[in-house]
């Protein structure tokens, strides 16, 4: 009866000492997880806040199995000009693939374009949104003016593609959603872009 006691109890330890195991393990796999997204996003904010331009967005609807993207220009070395042959790659491309569940920076390096993904975790939602701050065309009344509304303005072309209507985006918002196993994070920012010149 002895030995039937201790065999259970060393059972119940066993697994207590398992489970307690694969939490810790869990939490900390989690913790990494969300510190690299953390990165991610302070990067992207960094480099969303020196930028002179958004020069190309693409966007979809969100239930749409097409990428998303933002590109952005840094004049990192002040001559004001794109320069394409930069040791700081100053053309910047964070891309949203769907199918693959990755973000990627895309970046120009000696001509070329040197691509690196940025999570090795699967990023579930990636939005990005655009504002202006040319509170006139503000049709909504909601306090900002977003590419949408500058689209249908005059000063936009009216075909539902940010495009033109680039030259006055000055604020972009960002919402990534990282998943790592059944953990679910969603990781959001909003940043003014300090060295634009509107038109």
């Not at 806040?49 to 993207?69: F, G, H, I, Y």
């Not at 009216?158 to 990282?178: F, M, Q």
Request: net charge negative; aromatic share 6%.
């Amino acid at each position: 009866m002895a030995i039937g006691l201790f065999g259970l109890l060393s059972s119940l330890l066993l697994g207590f000492a398992l489970g307690t195991s694969r939490v810790t393990q869990d939490t900390k796999q989690f913790a990494n997880v969300s510190e690299d997204a953390r990165l991610v996003m302070e990067r992207l904010s960094r480099e969303l806040r020196q930028a002179n331009e958004v020069t190309a967005v693409e966007l979809t609807t969100p239930s749409s199995t097409d990428a998303k993207e933002i590109t952005i220009w840094i004049d990192f070395d002040g001559k004001g000009d794109k320069d394409e042959d930069a040791a700081d790659p100053e053309v910047l491309t964070y891309r949203w693939e769907p199918s693959e569940k990755k973000l990627t920076l895309t970046a120009n390096q000696g001509g070329g374009d040197v691509t690196r993904p940025l999570l090795s975790s699967i990023v579930s939602e990636f939005h990005i949104d655009l504002y202006s701050s040319s509170w006139s065309y503000d049709t909504n009344g909601d306090g900002r003016t977003s590419w949408r509304e500058l689209d249908s303005a005059p000063v936009g072309n009216g075909n539902g593609l940010p495009d033109k209507e680039l030259a006055r985006i000055d604020v972009v918002a960002i919402s990534l959603t990282v998943l790592d196993g059944p953990h679910k994070q969603v990781y959001t920012t909003q940043v003014d872009l300090r060295n634009r010149n509107l038109n």
